[in-house]
Every structure is written in structure tokens, then in C-alpha cells.
């Protein structure tokens, strides 16, 4: 159970319906519902997740999918999907990335174990980040102790997490920096974030390719690379996965 701060326990599976139910009215009373679970979720967790939809009358007919299959089906609606063959869905997040092979002429079911790779997530790459900004500030700015300085270096973490997304869409933004004992703005650009990110990525294509090895599944037997999550916006993560594969 979760433990508020008021002393009250909580199931993580009942909470999780709640807040479903809360999203609801934005879905717009459609006909049939679909709850995704993280397709690395042990088989515990799916089952007190599907006993707690059951026990909420709107929620107990939606149908509870992992969400690489949910992925690959959103996908093959558009832009579209190979109907054959062997296709990999890398769902890169915020705690880590999730490698799956699912099977085109089989309803996008997995096929076998899904990769968990813990060393490419987008907390990693925020902190990354933060590592580069702070090499560029003076000592005496990071020198700084108590509870202050670690809420401003949090707040600056939050802003590189926000400068990294924005990174997708332009080649260099800003961002202000604001401790105890500095002020400053500080520009990045997104080779700088491609810089971050080179080895990383070139470990998760050698985890990539192991895990095809290990389904036997040949290069040209792979059919489509579809990669979903927070991280595949950005554009070095599918020109490398282009260039590999």
C-alpha cells in the first residue's frame, strides 16, 4: 500500500482506477474503453489492476491491453503499419525504455519476453543536462548548501526536462538559471542534447540487437521499427535507430 502523508494507507490499483474515472468525462462517452498497462508490469500487478476495474461499473467492460501492443495498433491506424513480419516497438520513458517484438499478422501480440533496458530513460537525460549546465556555472553557484540551493537545482532540473522537449522541435533554446548565489541564462542546443544521448543510444542498439538474436528474429525479417513514448520525438533517436536498422 501507498502511505499518505496524513498516515492513511492506500492500494496503488485503487487509486489508479480513481484516477481513471476522473478521465472519464474527457473521453467523450465513447462506446468501447481500453485501459494500457506498461508492458513490463508483472503479472501481480496486472491482475490487482483488472480486479480494481472490475469493481468500478464504468470501467469493468474496458478491455486492459499492454501498451506496446495499444501502441502498435494506434500506429497501424496512422500513419500505418506493415500487416506482416515482425515489428519493434521501443517505448522510450521516463524511467527507462521497453523493448517489444509483436507479430503484425497476430493482433500486435508480444512476442517473447519484453527487454527492460534501464540505461537509456528520460530522467537520465534530464540529469545529463543538468550536469552540462552546471559544468558551466562558477563553483561558488553550486557551492551553495541547504534546502534553498537543492530546491533551485530541482527547479533547474525541471527546466532542462522542459529545455529537452522543446529541443525536438527547435536547434537551441534557453533557460534561466536561478540559485541561491547565481543568476544567469544558459543556451543549449540540440547538439548538445545529441551529444548527451550518442553513447547511450549506441548501447540500446547492441540491447536492440541481442534481443532480435535471442527471438531469432533476423534483420530482414524485421518488418517495422515503431518507437512510442516521451523520447521518440526526439529526432537523434530515430535517425540512429534509421541508420542501425
Not at 89 to 98: E, H, I, L, M, P
Not at 117 to 136: I, N
Not at 154 to 166: G, I, N, P, W
Not at 218 to 237: F, M
Request: charged share 20%.
Amino acid at each position: 500500500a501507498i502511505l499518505a502523508p496524513d498516515g492513511s494507507s492506500h492500494r496503488p490499483e485503487t487509486l489508479l482506477v480513481e484516477a481513471l474515472r476522473a478521465m472519464l468525462p474527457g473521453v467523450g462517452g465513447a462506446s468501447q474503453l481500453g485501459v494500457t498497462h506498461p508492458v513490463h508490469w508483472r503479472p501481480a500487478a496486472i491482475d490487482a489492476l483488472r480486479a480494481a476495474l472490475a469493481t468500478a461499473p464504468e470501467l469493468a467492460g474496458a478491455a486492459l491491453v499492454d501498451d506496446a501492443s495499444a501502441a502498435a495498433t494506434a500506429l497501424a491506424d496512422h500513419p500505418g503499419l506493415p500487416t506482416r513480419g515482425a515489428i519493434a516497438v521501443c517505448d522510450f520513458g521516463g524511467s527507462g525504455t521497453s523493448i517489444t517484438f509483436v507479430d503484425a499478422a497476430n493482433g500486435y501480440r508480444p512476442i517473447g519476453p519484453v527487454v527492460r533496458h534501464l540505461e537509456l530513460s528520460g530522467a537520465m537525460v534530464d540529469q545529463a543536462l543538468l550536469r552540462r549546465v552546471l559544468a558551466d556555472l562558477p563553483d561558488s553557484a553550486t557551492g551553495a548548501a541547504g534546502t534553498s540551493a537543492l530546491g533551485s537545482l530541482s527547479r533547474l532540473r525541471d527546466q532542462c526536462r522542459a529545455a529537452k522537449e522543446r529541443l525536438s522541435d527547435v536547434v537551441a533554446t534557453a533557460l534561466q538559471v536561478d540559485l541561491p548565489t547565481h543568476r544567469a541564462e544558459v543556451r543549449l542546443t540540440r547538439d548538445e542534447l545529441d551529444a548527451q544521448l550518442r553513447a547511450p543510444l549506441a548501447e540500446f542498439v547492441l540491447v536492440l540487437r541481442d534481443a532480435m538474436q535471442r527471438n531469432a528474429i533476423r534483420p530482414g525479417d524485421l518488418a517495422a521499427v515503431a518507437s512510442a513514448g516521451g523520447g521518440a520525438r526526439i529526432p537523434v533517436i530515430t535517425t540512429t535507430l534509421s541508420e542501425h536498422l
